[in-house]
């Protein structure tokens, strides 16, 4: 069974820096590309970034170009996200998703990413 782990939210102010940390077991695609996504309250979930490493396609949403960076570890199965210059629209619940065959398909950038699998969330809160 695929499990997505979260860590690295937190509260922060504007202006401010948070990392978050995305480790996924049991899950046999080690190639494949990962992503992250996020839901602020009361609006839909959205894309923030998306990475394939192994084919070099890097994707943001570009409300974060510029600001956040996504990296993936394919040998830990993990993906990361530096965020800085945090804004209060920042603000969200973040998720962790993963590839695989039966899942939904999300345009980012200029690709269309296929995510099957996603992790619980973890909160960033940034204020002003």
């Known amino acids: 069974q695929v499990q997505l782990v979260e860590s690295g939210g937190g509260s922060v102010q504007a202006g401010g820096s948070l990392r978050l940390s995305c480790e996924a077991s049991?899950?046999?695609?080690?190639?494949?590309?990962m992503g992250w996504f996020r839901q602020a309250p009361g609006k839909e979930r959205e894309g923030v970034a998306a990475?394939?490493?192994?084919?070099?396609?890097?994707a943001y949403a570009d409300a974060v170009k510029g600001r956040f960076t996504i990296s993936q570890d394919t040998a830990k199965n993990a993906v990361y996200l530096q965020m800085n210059s945090l804004t209060p629209e920042d603000t969200a619940i973040y998720y962790c998703?993963?590839?695989?065959?039966?899942?939904?398909?999300?345009?980012?950038?200029?690709?269309?990413?296929?995510?099957?699998?996603w992790g619980q969330g973890t909160q960033v809160t940034v204020s002003s």
């Open positions: 998703a993963a590839a695989g065959d039966g899942g939904s398909w999300y345009s980012l950038g200029s690709f269309s990413w296929k995510f099957r699998y």
């Open positions: 049991g899950y046999t695609y080690k190639t494949n590309y």
């Open positions: 990475i394939h490493q192994r084919l070099g396609r890097i």
